[in-house]
């Protein structure tokens, strides 16, 4: 079949060749732009014949035919499944109630630690117990006063009622209860300053105070996490901003938990722009899990684009030439032989290994998934 197409070529090409020489070109310009139109108008006609030739000289040489080894490939039938895209995030795990726990008062030294780290504490539970020596004196020292100067008014009392005194005497003898009552109230209240409370329900996460040292405002060194209450904080670039709204639904995954997958939605979003990260927060409610701890890395996907009934093919069987997109297709010839078939399609997203194809491949077209490298139009195929 070669000598034929040789023979075939060489008689147009001689033919191309004396049409050309037969007509000398003129020395203007416009008249050689008009020669090179006509030979490049002769050179399609003759690329038409030879396709034509060469295609029915593969018909007619079975001994072509046979020489030609199909190629293995394996085919696919295209249908519809659900699509979802995901803009792909990392965030990190965060507490909605965490405190360092600090003294009411000036603090002190601590005498008591009654907690360690891991224990699950109430709020209002006692956590450390500070040196209390001077509020106690404190106390005593006021509760004298006070005795005293019920003493004194009860005195004077029993003198005014017998018509005894001045009223002011009196009057003046019950403002000194008064005030050492409140003087002796204001000692309880430093006494109890002495003990430290949880502010929180939560878990211990972290104490490094010890007996002897000094506790006192501002210092970081009992931390309390509340983990029923987690949530994953994480920004979003400003590109996807009309993407990603309140009510978003998301998929996370926990690599230090061998990728456990949680789902949620978007509680909250930033209103402000992040002026050198260029992106906007962005916080998603965890449901409370045992195994999720505060400032853990999260893999965080969220849905901007779903479509129940989509085209999809593997992202690895498309193709680029100079037209575009293409796939191969496998179709019969006359005889009911596979032969490769070269499809321009349209794409829409793509996710992990799936892309939606828009345009271009029909329903129960039989897509080559494997195999489909080097292939060329109409070259023979096989399944077997």
Same mark, same amino acid.
């Given at each position: 079949?070669?000598?034929?197409?040789?023979?075939?070529?060489?008689?147009?090409?001689?033919?191309?060749?004396?049409?050309?020489?037969?007509?000398?070109?003129?020395?203007?310009?416009?008249?050689?732009?008009?020669?090179?139109?006509?030979?490049?108008?002769?050179?399609?006609?003759?690329?038409?014949?030879?396709?034509?030739?060469?295609?029915?000289?593969?018909?007619?040489?079975?001994?072509?035919?046979?020489?030609?080894?199909?190629?293995?490939?394996?085919?696919?039938?295209?249908?519809?499944?659900?699509?979802?895209?995901?803009?792909?995030?990392? =965030?990190?795990?965060?507490?909605?109630?965490?405190?360092?726990?600090?003294?009411?008062?000036?603090?002190?030294?601590?005498?008591?630690?009654?907690?360690?780290?891991?224990?699950?504490?109430?709020?209002?539970?006692?956590?450390?117990?500070?040196?209390?020596?001077?509020?106690?004196?404190?106390?005593?020292?006021?509760?004298?006063?006070?005795?005293?100067?019920?003493?004194?008014?009860?005195?004077?009392?029993?003198?005014?009622?017998?018509?005894?005194?001045?009223?002011?005497?009196?009057?003046?003898?019950?403002?000194?209860?008064?005030?050492?009552?409140?003087?002796?109230?204001?000692?309880?209240?430093?006494?109890?300053?002495?003990?430290?409370?949880?502010?929180?329900?939560?878990?211990?996460?972290?104490?490094?105070?010890?007996?002897?040292?000094?506790?006192?405002?501002?210092?970081?060194?009992?931390?309390?996490?509340?983990?029923?209450?987690?949530?994953?904080?994480?920004?979003?670039?400003?590109?996807?901003?009309?993407?990603?709204?309140?009510?978003?639904?998301?998929?996370?995954?926990?690599?230090?938990?061998?990728?456990?997958?949680?789902?949620?939605?978007?509680?909250?979003?930033?209103?402000?722009?992040?002026?050198?990260?260029?992106?906007?927060?962005?916080?998603?409610?965890?449901?409370?899990?045992?195994?999720?701890?505060?400032?853990?890395?999260?893999?965080?996907?969220?849905?901007?684009?779903?479509?129940?009934?989509?085209?999809?093919?593997?992202?690895?069987?498309?193709?680029?030439?100079?037209?575009?997109?293409?796939?191969?297709?496998?179709?019969?010839?006359?005889?009911?032989?596979?032969?490769?078939?070269?499809?321009?399609?349209?794409?829409?997203?793509?996710?992990?290994?799936?892309?939606?194809?828009?345009?271009?491949?029909?329903?129960?077209?039989?897509?080559?998934?494997? =195999?489909?490298?080097?292939?060329?139009?109409?070259?023979?195929?096989?399944?077997?």
């Amino acid at each position: 079949m070669n000598k034929i197409l040789t023979i075939i070529t060489i008689s147009l090409l001689s033919i191309l060749a004396s049409c050309g020489s037969s007509t000398k070109a003129p020395d203007t310009l416009e008249g050689k732009k008009k020669q090179l139109s006509d030979l490049k108008d002769r050179q399609d006609k003759i690329s038409k014949q030879i396709d034509s030739l060469e295609a029915q000289i593969s018909r007619l040489d079975t001994a072509s035919k046979a020489a030609k080894k199909a190629k293995l490939v394996a085919l696919a039938p295209v249908s519809t499944s659900a699509f979802t895209h995901y803009i792909d995030l990392q =965030g990190n795990v965060d507490a909605e109630n965490m405190t360092w726990v600090s003294p009411r008062g000036q603090g002190g030294v601590v005498r008591s630690v009654l907690v360690k780290q891991g224990d699950n504490v109430r709020k209002g539970q006692l956590l450390l117990k500070l040196d209390d020596a001077v509020q106690r004196t404190s106390i005593t020292n006021a509760q004298i006063q006070l005795d005293h100067a019920k003493d004194l008014y009860q005195r004077r009392k029993n003198l005014w009622d017998q018509k005894i005194g001045t009223e002011v005497d009196y009057i003046n003898a019950k403002n000194a209860v008064d005030q050492a009552e409140t003087q002796l109230k204001a000692a309880q209240d430093q006494l109890d300053f002495t003990n430290v409370y949880a502010d929180i329900d939560g878990t211990v996460d972290n104490i490094t105070v010890k007996l002897g040292e000094t506790f006192g405002p501002g210092a970081q060194s009992l931390h309390l996490v509340n983990t029923s209450n987690l949530k994953v904080v994480l920004q979003v670039p400003e590109l996807y901003q009309e993407r990603v709204r309140v009510g978003t639904p998301v998929k996370i995954d926990f690599p230090g938990l061998n990728n456990k997958e949680v789902t949620g939605a978007i509680k909250t979003t930033g209103k402000t722009i992040n002026s050198d990260s260029r992106s906007f927060s962005v916080e998603i409610k965890l449901p409370n899990d045992k195994d999720i701890r505060s400032n853990q890395v999260a893999v965080v996907r969220l849905q901007d684009y779903a479509v129940p009934k989509a085209v999809t093919i593997p992202v690895n069987t498309l193709q680029n030439d100079d037209k575009g997109k293409y796939v191969m297709v496998a179709t019969k010839d006359k005889d009911g032989a596979l032969m490769a078939h070269k499809k321009s399609i349209t794409i829409g997203q793509s996710y992990a290994d799936k892309v939606e194809i828009t345009g271009g491949l029909d329903l129960g077209d039989q897509l080559i998934t494997d =195999g489909f490298q080097g292939l060329y139009e109409g070259q023979p195929i096989t399944i077997q």
